[in-house]
Nanobody, 131 residues
Framework: VQAQVESGGGSVQAGGSLRLSCVAS?????????TAWFRQRPGNDREAVAA????????????RLSDSVKGRFTISQDSVEDTVYLQMNSLKSEDTAMYYCALNGYCGMANWRLSRTYGAWGQGTQVTVSS
């Protein structure tokens, strides 16, 4: 069963940067997949931040960012390392949340924002931005 392991969270001042990493574990076979980043603030629902849908050889089929992070965050993949990154720049206090990596075999415009699209989730990594 494939799962994800997130890393890269931490504490940073407003305006700073962090890079989150998501590494798939439990499978040695590369496949077409959709990797998404969600975040959850205390007392709030889980919110989709970004998604990247790639072929088994790492070509991008689909990539999206939520409006709240456009221009500040980017999502990318290192196909050799089979790792998906969320580069977060110009961080704001409202970006403070637990960030989760999620995986599914497919995503598109109709479903990338929906938690139920994804069958495998990581344990989360905390991002704290102080103003």
């Amino acid at each position: 069963v494939q799962a994800q392991v997130e890393s890269g969270g931490g504490s940073v001042q407003a305006g700073g940067s962090l890079r989150l990493s998501c590494v798939a574990s439990g499978s040695t076979q590369r496949s077409q997949k959709c990797t998404a980043w969600f975040r959850q603030r205390p007392g709030n629902d889980r919110e989709a931040v970004a998604a990247l849908y790639t072929t088994d050889d790492g070509r991008t089929i689909f990539s999206r960012l939520s409006d709240s992070v456009k221009g500040r965050f980017t999502i990318s993949q290192d196909s050799v390392e089979d790792t998906v990154y969320l580069q977060m720049n110009s961080l704001k206090s409202e970006d403070t949340a637990m960030y989760y990596c999620a995986l599914n075999g497919y995503c598109g415009m109709a479903n990338w924002r929906l938690s139920r699209t994804y069958g495998a989730w990581g344990q989360g990594t905390q991002v704290t931005v102080s103003s």
